[in-house]
Every structure is written in structure tokens, then in C-alpha cells.
């Protein structure tokens, strides 16, 4: 499940390389950014969902704590229904979608030690709870495969 999730975070399936960067940036663990609510590096900041979610939730999760997650989870249900995420099963697939925002988005006219744009920060936190619902859905149809006995060859039959 975590890894299914992980592939869903675009900075997970990429590398800035440049001369700075000669080796890559960590897929921007590397690639500071002015502290905003401690958040201090690229890869933290997409983590956070764009400094939506900054506060930690304490363990253990509290009933309040659950039912706040439940709100937020059904909001971005609500905003990325599963009939407008591509079905796909195909982590290749998944890998790829990652990279192209990464590629097209996360790095542009954003610079090394400087505060975000909040139009950065609102386009880039739609992006990013897109990528939640996607994974979200696909770990749903995953553990429903799992259920009912179904392949992964099947699964991607299904899915084309």
C-alpha cells in the first residue's frame, strides 16, 4: 500500500539533474525552499500537499482526528470523482503520470530558497489531491481484486 501511494507522489518518480545537481536532487529532498510552516524542501512541500496538511496528527489518532480525515478525504472525493481518474492498473502507467507533472509543473518558475507562488501553491495543491483520489481509487480496485481472487493480468484487461 505504501508504495502504491508513494508512486502517486510525482516527486517519487523523478530526479532533477542539472549542474547543481549532477548526481539529481532526490526527486527535491535537495531542493530547499523558504521554511513555510518548517516545510523547508520541495519534496516535504508536496508531501504536505503544498502546506495544506502542516500539522502532524498526534498518535494516537483521536476520534476528532478520524472524523477531521473523514471530511477531508470524502472533499477530495467529491472534487476528483473516481469516473473523471484514469482506470488504469498499470503501475508503469502510474510512474509515468507522476513524471509528467513533475516534469511539466513541479519545477517550473519555482527558484531554490525562495517562497512558492500562492498560484503555485493553489495549482500545484489541486494536482496534488487529484494524485490522492487516483491512488486512493486504484488501492480501493486493487484490495477489491485481491477480495475476489482476480489477477493482475486480469486487472489490466479490465481496466483497457
Known amino acids: 500500500m505504501h508504495y502504491l501511494g508513494d508512486i502517486h507522489q510525482p516527486l517519487h518518480c523523478v530526479s532533477r539533474v542539472d549542474d547543481k545537481y549532477p548526481a539529481g536532487d532526490k526527486g527535491g529532498n535537495a531542493f530547499p525552499t523558504k521554511s513555510h510552516y518548517g516545510t523547508k524542501e520541495l519534496h516535504a512541500v508536496w508531501d504536505k500537499v503544498l502546506y495544506e496538511f502542516h500539522v502532524t496528527e498526534k498518535v494516537p489518532i483521536t476520534d476528532d482526528d478520524w472524523v477531521n480525515q473523514g471530511v477531508i478525504a470524502a472533499r477530495i472525493m467529491k472534487e476528483n470523482p473516481e469516473s473523471?481518474?484514469?482506470p488504469s492498473m498499470d503501475p508503469s502507467v502510474w510512474a509515468n503520470e507522476s513524471y509528467e507533472i513533475a516534469s511539466t509543473?513541479?519545477?517550473k518558475d519555482i527558484v531554490e530558497k525562495e517562497a512558492l507562488s500562492d498560484e503555485y501553491v493553489t495549482k500545484g495543491r489541486a494536482?496534488?489531491?487529484k494524485r490522492i483520489a487516483t491512488g486512493g481509487y486504484r488501492l480501493a480496485k486493487l484490495?477489491?481484486?485481491m477480495?475476489?481472487?482476480i489477477?493482475?493480468?486480469q486487472i489490466?484487461?479490465?481496466s483497457s
Open 84 to 86: 473523471e481518474i484514469d
Open 105 to 107: 509543473f513541479i519545477y
Open 127 to 129: 494536482l496534488a489531491e
Open 143 to 145: 484490495l477489491e481484486s
Open 147 to 149: 477480495t475476489l481472487g
Open 151 to 153: 489477477s493482475n493480468d
Open 156 to 158: 489490466k484487461f479490465l
